[in-house]
């Protein structure tokens, strides 16, 4: 699926597989004019390979924050590993910015790691013989800069995950949530243009993990990088993504805005890990919306065609009048304001 209308693809991949087995690639070229993907994964299996992932297509727009989810062993992991090529794909292409990387050298793929792509995974391999801003620096020591010039940008970046004060620290000092703020930290030292997440925060303690996602979409509200963010936490993947790719058995099955993945999916596996979700906080007023305007107005509550629904519900309830609220024996106790019941709603659904 193409990137968003209006953003240049910073990462397209096509008809990308992995296959792992004996002699893979001749295997999959073998096994090509078994038809669609579905026919020549089967015929892979058939020989004793396993298909991974089974002919990814899919734009990552410039600044977009593109998450890609499923179940344990979906092929999501390994997905993005071919995309950062740390592992070599058996098909297709990955194209960085236009160019296929998938063809680049050694060297190129080491320049590229060095100033083009971040990547942050669940363990993020911390040094505990150095301090959080020497972990911090490591990137720009490989890339030649100096001393002063590379503490001055770890500093920098520490300061924007939260952890000014801790730059003397070691490892064995920090809680895990701050342990992930250092590898954060470290991927951004070297400011690059396209950012490959694998479950970052999917270790922590459920608050740790939601002050990190709000720091997270702090972070990508400034610098708007391109990003590929891994998760199989569906509330995660509707809190940060501007779109979704949802996987299974290697393959892609369906990519939409959050709001298409709750409220449209295509088939019963998507649907499954939207059922418990608030249908309210993702459908938007426009999809209600009527054309007809009736012959008299009410009064304006100010909605907007963009704005949610539970959202939209609120507005509109400050219109009516408090109603009274009976007690069991049948006698009024007090009142309530429409708008409160919805308000309290919205809350507990937040």
Partial sequence: MAAPSGTAPAIA?????QVFGTDARSALDAARPAGGSRAIAEELK??????AVRDASFEVGSGELFVIMGLSGSGKST???CISRLIEPTGGAVRIDGED??????????????????MVFQHFG???????????????KMQGAGRAERRARAAEVLQMVGLEGRE??????????QRQRVGIARSLAVNPDIWFLDEPFSALDPLIRRQLQDEFLNIQATLKKSIVFITHDITEA????????IMKDGEVVQIGTPEEIVLHPVDDYVAEFSKDVAKGRHARVESVMRADLPDHMPDDPGLRADMTLDTALARCMSLYQPVPVRGADGTVIGAVNPSDLAA????EET
Avoid at 103 to 114: C, D, F, V, Y
Wanted: glycine letters at 8%; proline letters at 4%; charged letters at 25%.
């Fill in 168 to 177: 003397s620290a070691y490892v064995r000092e920090l809680s895990g949530g």
């Fill in 101 to 118: 990387i998938l063809k680049a050298s050694e060297k190129r793929l080491i320049e590229l790691r060095r100033h083009k792509l971040g």
């Fill in 46 to 51: 058939s020989r004793g390979l396993i298909p």
């Fill in 79 to 81: 997905l993005i590993r």
């Fill in 344 to 347: 309290a709603l919205q809350a």
């Fill in 238 to 245: 509707l809190k940060l993504a501007d779109r979704i790719a």
């Fill in 13 to 17: 991949v096509e008809g990308l597989w």
């Fill in 126 to 140: 911390l040094f505990p013989h150095m301090t959080v801003i020497d972990n911090v620096a490591f990137p720009l």
